[in-house]
């Protein structure tokens, strides 16, 4: 089964957009689990028109992927996957540096 899901987003400008951003996606890995869903991609929410800095929206999705799998360890979600459009380089580039590193520092997890 495919779900589309929809979002608003603010603009950048403070720390706010933070806590509604990681509230959206908690709130995306609960329906996800609710629903029974084996896997969910996220685009890169707030790097384009939002000019939300690219590292910390990738560190922020990841995180947040990291907290939810490990406080529902039975869940049936099992793969992330984070979206980033193909033709925008620098987006990838940072994206993939950012989780690479991050998994790096948490791989003991």
Same mark, same amino acid.
């Given at each position: ?7 608003y ?7 706010i ?14 329906r ?17 028109? @939002? ?6 929206? =990738? +560190?922020?999705?990841?995180?947040? &992927? *990291?907290?939810? #799998? ?10 992330? @996957?984070?979206v980033?459009?193909?033709?925008? =380089? +620098?987006?990838?580039?940072?994206? &993939? *540096?950012?989780? #690479? ?9």
């Open positions: 089964m495919q779900t589309l899901k929809h979002n987003n603010v603009y950048w400008d403070n720390f957009v933070l806590q509604i951003l990681r509230q959206f996606l908690k709130e995306l890995f609960r996800a689990d609710a629903g029974n869903y084996t896997s969910i991609a996220i685009p890169a929410i707030g790097t384009g028109n @939002l000019h939300i800095p690219h590292a910390l929206v =990738a +560190k922020w999705m990841y995180d947040e &992927a *990291v907290d939810f #799998s490990q406080k529902n360890p039975n869940t049936r979600l099992h793969d992330v @996957l984070f980033v459009y193909d033709k925008d =380089a +620098k987006t990838v580039m940072v994206i &993939a *540096v950012t989780v #690479s590193v991050c998994w790096m520092f948490n791989s003991h997890i």
